[in-house]
């Protein structure tokens, strides 16, 4: 973005800061952050936050070839915002054997999958030994396959279980074949919001910990914010600001993905929802303040695929997978996309029309194929 157009579309003395601060790859301040939130210049917040998009990933938007395996919804843990737990028993319950899970990944052998994303409960009865040997036995069948697998909320209950600390833990997986975890179970990071809303989960200092270890031993993660329910403002600025502070430590993030509330089948639903105008702002206000996690994802079994590409332009540059429709966590809490599946054709489609450069990639954004 040229200066020149920012100077004449900026009349905002926070704008033009910001604007100078990107330019010349300066942090922005949490006052600055939180101006950001409370603005309502939708169109000056994506011009800003593309700013910060062009300057890591140009034109470049990224997509893989995955599928997920959601092992089971029975959970130890009772969050209020969750949609997708269910007692032992309950309609609606599943509970997959290993055997059944290798049946799913059978199905893609041969398909060009290159990752294979797998979180679900807290198992009361799965340790860290069964997770393991889930893992070797999915390697088994698909070699090539990056895994990515279970949240810091189930790691923290597996390792415990199986009584290792976090470091030995992580090694048993990574021996085992994990290659990376993914981001879930962050939700907010305050002490204060998540006793309300999930107060059995690991803490945030647990959370924090287990990608510090995990990143400490090459093994690569993502981060998220779950954002839109009873949060303000301020709690946002502080759960980006102690993720940026650990990627400063660390770097092992590699993508940031914000997860709207949804507001269905879940105790928390007479909050309602936030709007398009706030799902497109936050995107924006945290790419600018993440300034050192690469990539932001726009989620798309979440949002919906055209907010998703919509996001594109509001700093996300990663669409995530083609999915498959192997994963029902947002559509059990009201997703519109109820069976979430992706052609790569319809991917390269959908983010060539949204103005981008589609850029299929593996796992840890090396270049599979440019289109
Ligand atoms: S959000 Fe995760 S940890 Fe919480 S109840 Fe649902 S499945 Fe369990």
């Given at each position: 973005m040229d200066s020149k157009i920012l100077d004449q579309l900026l009349h905002n003395n926070l704008f033009r800061t910001v604007a100078d601060k990107i330019q010349n790859n300066i942090r922005i301040s949490s006052e600055e952050g939180l101006a950001l939130y409370e603005s309502n210049q939708i169109a000056v917040l994506g011009l800003l936050a593309n700013m910060k998009r062009e300057r890591l990933n140009g034109k470049n938007a990224y997509f893989n070839r995955n599928f997920h395996i959601e092992p089971t919804n029975i959970c130890l843990h009772n969050c209020?915002?969750?949609?997708y737990r269910r007692k032992k028993n309950e309609e609606g319950v599943w509970d997959y054997s290993i055997d059944d899970m290798l049946n799913i990944c059978r199905?893609?052998?041969?398909?060009?999958?290159?990752e294979v994303h797998i979180v679900g409960g807290v198992h009361p009865d799965h340790n860290l030994e069964y997770n393991a040997e889930l893992i070797r036995e999915v390697k088994k069948i698909l070699p090539n396959a990056h895994v990515k697998a279970f949240t810091a909320v189930e790691l923290d209950y597996m390792i415990k279980q199986s009584g290792y600390d976090w470091a030995e833990g992580l090694q048993h997986l990574k021996e085992a074949g994990l290659d990376s975890i993914p981001?879930?179970?962050?939700?907010?990071?305050?002490e204060k919001i998540r006793a309300e809303i999930?107060?059995?989960?690991?803490?945030s200092a647990t959370w924090l910990g287990i990608h510090e270890a995990a990143h400490k031993q090459d093994i690569p993660s993502n981060a998220t914010m779950l954002y839109g329910h009873i949060e303000s403002y301020a709690h946002r600025i502080d759960h980006l600001n102690r993720l940026r502070e650990l990627q400063d430590k660390t770097g092992g993030f590699n993508a940031f993905i914000p997860l709207k509330y949804k507001k269905y089948?879940?105790?928390?639903?007479?909050i309602g929802e936030v709007s398009v105008v706030e799902v497109l702002k936050n995107f924006a206000v945290c790419r600018i303040i993440l300034d050192n996690i690469p990539h932001i994802k726009s989620y798309w079994p979440m949002l919906g695929k055209e907010l998703a590409a919509i996001a594109l332009s509001f700093g996300a540059d990663d669409m995530d997978g083609?999915?498959?429709?192997?994963?029902k966590i947002y559509s059990m809490a009201g997703a519109e996309e109820t069976n979430p599946a992706l052609t790569s054709d319809a991917m390269v489609c959908m983010i060539k029309e949204a103005g981008f450069i589609p850029i299929e990639r593996d796992s840890v954004y090396n270049v599979v194929k440019n289109y």
């Open positions: 209020k915002f969750c949609s199905k893609y052998v041969g398909q060009g999958i290159t981001g879930g179970g962050a939700e907010i990071f305050d999930c107060e059995q989960k690991s803490q089948h879940n105790s928390m639903r007479q083609t999915i498959d429709d192997t994963t």
